[in-house]
């Protein structure tokens, strides 16, 4: 009998930890990969992967070097030269998942403000797609990421969208007679309505109001700032008695800034009397070519703005 020398390796036993990229708790790892400077310094040995130790020692079911790993998992290496007796080494392989932020998630601001994003206490390092390395940042409508890596070493990057409330639109603004309805789209329903950013009403109808230039205000259910648009009313007489009393002598009607205003006088008759584009104001003396007109129609049948 001739006793042989036993392979002497760098270590008999190697605990690697690996980090699961795509979350699913398993990794595909390469036992190659662990062998060169973990266990031997060079390829002048034979060596093969088992599942146990009882395979190993019987040199028998080896495994492929490509191995899925869930969770952890022990293989055994056999190594082998000529004019020596085998040695086995251990692999002990982790997988580690790195832990998902649970406060990182897509939301919704109001235009032309911040919020604070907070990718949360749990990690050891954090790398901002802006180049902050703090747990929170602040940021306004965009795309941003964040590279979390945890105590382990493990690392991955999470992505967030900030986007923006639509704001509501004023589209048109009727006015009738002292009355201003409000015609609004989009936002978020239901709307709310003011003339002074003060007081609110959720009826778009604004009744009994007086000559003058309004600022309408509607905000929409996400209570962002509102929006705002401008108006007149335009109270229009109705009547005019040109007899030189003193009393309704004209017909005085005030646009408040509108421009090409189209006014239109008719007699009961229907013919027309007056028909001009303004601007500001319009006044009336109850004349046509120096003549009192009679008889005029009971109103004064329109004005478009």
Known sequence: FKFGEKIKLNQETLSVNECDDNHDGIYSINLNSYILGEFINDYSYDYHFFETLENAENNMHSLAPIQEVNG???????????????????IQANILTPELSTTLKDRIICPNTTTILDAGDQY?????????????????????????????GCSYTHHVK????????????????????????????PYKYSLNGIDWQSSNIFNSLKNGRYTVYVISADNC????????ISLIPNFISPNNDGLNDTWKVEFYGYKNVV???????????????VNDGYIWDGKKNGFVIFPLLGTFKSIVF
């Open 263 to 277: 006014v239109q006088i008719f007699d009961r008759y229907g013919a027309i009397i007056k028909d001009e584009i």
């Open 225 to 232: 700032s509102p929006v705002t648009k401008d108006f007149s």
């Open 124 to 152: 050891a390092y954090y790398k901002w797609s802006t180049g902050e390395e703090t747990q929170t940042i602040k940021v306004k409508e965009g795309y941003y990421w964040v590279k979390l890596t945890t105590k382990e």
């Open 162 to 189: 900030i986007t923006n409330f639509q704001s509501p639109k004023i589209v048109l603004i009727k006015t009738l007679n002292g009355q201003a309805e409000i015609i609004v789209e989009g936002g978020t329903p």
């Open 72 to 90: 952890s998992k022990t293989f055994y290496v056999r190594f082998e030269k000529e004019n020596f007796c085998y040695s086995i080494g251990i």
